[in-house]
């Protein structure tokens, strides 16, 4: 749970006073929740120790679908795979979908001054800006982005239930299966036809489409919670509004501090402890689950002072782990900071009076936190 843009205090509490802590879900499991940036760091580096096969530890039959791409798969498969996809995340290559992130940006604004104050930031900014990346990045069809929005939102929602959420992850995987196979007829200029026509004879449809998934499941959804709530902390905090919208530059000082502050993804992919072994005095039994809160880890006093506060230009920025950290940090983080980097100073200046324009209601239920509406005017 949060409070605003603050981890719980409770959250806090346990950080200060049991750093490995023990906790009972439901089902009689006992998992084990770490929370101090010096542990969480140890454990998502260490998958010698740590395993990332939830399909496998929990037995998953072989038509279930294994949710998440490469953040549940363990070396060797996971190293095979992400060799394929790495050249495309490259800054280098990146720059090329600039222009066209840029261009999305602007059609999402355009559409805003032509409904006219009020508007939702969320529906009308937040959510169609990373959908619409993915879609470009990918090679989804124009026609077909509504539906892959859907699919990319519903899986977030455990309001209503586990089953609801999976339901959404099954319905993903037939999507990016049927486009993967469209795809390896008939490559387009996308990430899924670049793939093929690179290694298609060392990737099948099915894997593919789970790597697909895997982006889908890391970019879109903590895309929108940071678009969304970078331009609220920016609209309660209009002096650091000024700046990125005058000063070149300045938003990559932001950005990095806004990450560590907001750490939308609270809790990483679940670790299972692959043998009997200790971790800061706590004893785990092989087959255990292990749970790494970013959300406290980033607040940790330990990184130094004031980190409940956001400075921007602070020497810690770079160490948080907002991306995860290790053999899983997030792939396509250079690509969320792009879009950060361009949809920020893009709002503040095309509507300099923006302003909040009523009660924000903050997501409850979800491992990506965030709001659900996000009322402005101008």
């Avoid at 209503?160 to 990016?176: D, F, I, K």
């Avoid at 678009?227 to 509004?241: K, R, V």
């Avoid at 000024?242 to 609270?266: F, H, N, P, S």
Wanted: charged share 25%.
């Amino acid at each position: 749970m949060r409070e605003r843009f603050d981890p719980a205090e409770e959250l806090l509490r346990i950080q200060a006073e049991h750093p490995v802590y023990p906790m009972e879900i439901p089902g009689g499991q006992t998992v084990y929740l770490v929370t101090r940036w010096n542990d969480v760091r140890a454990v998502l580096g260490d998958h010698e120790r740590f395993s990332n096969d939830f399909a496998g530890v929990i037995g998953l039959g072989s038509n279930q679908e294994d949710p998440g791409g490469l953040g549940f798969r363990d070396p060797p498969e996971h190293t095979r795979l992400r060799k394929f996809l790495t050249p495309e995340f490259t800054m280098r290559r990146l720059r090329r979908l600039e222009p066209r992130i840029e261009a999305l940006v602007a059609e999402c604004l355009d559409k805003i001054e032509a409904k006219g104050s009020p508007a939702d930031l969320m529906e009308d900014f937040a959510l169609p800006i990373p959908s619409l990346v993915i879609s470009e990045l990918l090679g989804v069809p124009y026609e077909e982005q509504a539906d892959f929005v859907k699919v990319s939102t519903d899986r977030f929602d455990f309001t209503a239930g586990p089953e609801a959420s999976l339901q959404a992850v099954n319905e993903a995987m037939t999507y990016l299966t049927g486009l993967v196979a469209r795809e390896r007829q008939n490559p387009g200029e996308g990430l899924l036809g670049q793939l093929l026509r690179d290694h298609g004879d060392e990737l099948d449809d099915r894997t593919l489409a789970s790597m697909a998934d895997g982006m889908l499941t890391g970019g879109h959804d903590t895309s929108t919670s940071m678009l969304a709530l970078g331009s609220l902390w920016l609209l309660e905090n209009p002096d650091q509004a000024a700046k990125v919208r005058e000063v070149d530059g300045y938003v990559d000082e932001v950005i990095e501090e806004l990450l560590r502050y907001m750490t939308v993804v609270q809790v990483a992919f679940p670790r299972f402890a692959r043998d009997d072994l200790e971790l800061h005095g706590q004893q785990i039994k092989k087959g255990e689950l292990v749970l790494c809160s970013l959300a406290a880890a980033n607040r940790d006093p330990s990184l130094g002072p004031d980190m409940d506060q956001v400075k921007p230009g602070r020497q810690t920025a770079g160490s948080h782990l907002a991306f995860g950290h290790g053999i899983h940090r997030c792939i396509g983080a250079p690509l969320a900071q792009m879009e950060l980097r361009i949809a920020y100073p893009m709002l503040l200046r095309r509507f300099p009076t923006l302003r909040l324009a009523g009660e924000v209601p903050w997501r409850k239920l979800a491992i990506v936190y965030g709001v659900e509406k996000l009322p402005v005017a101008w």
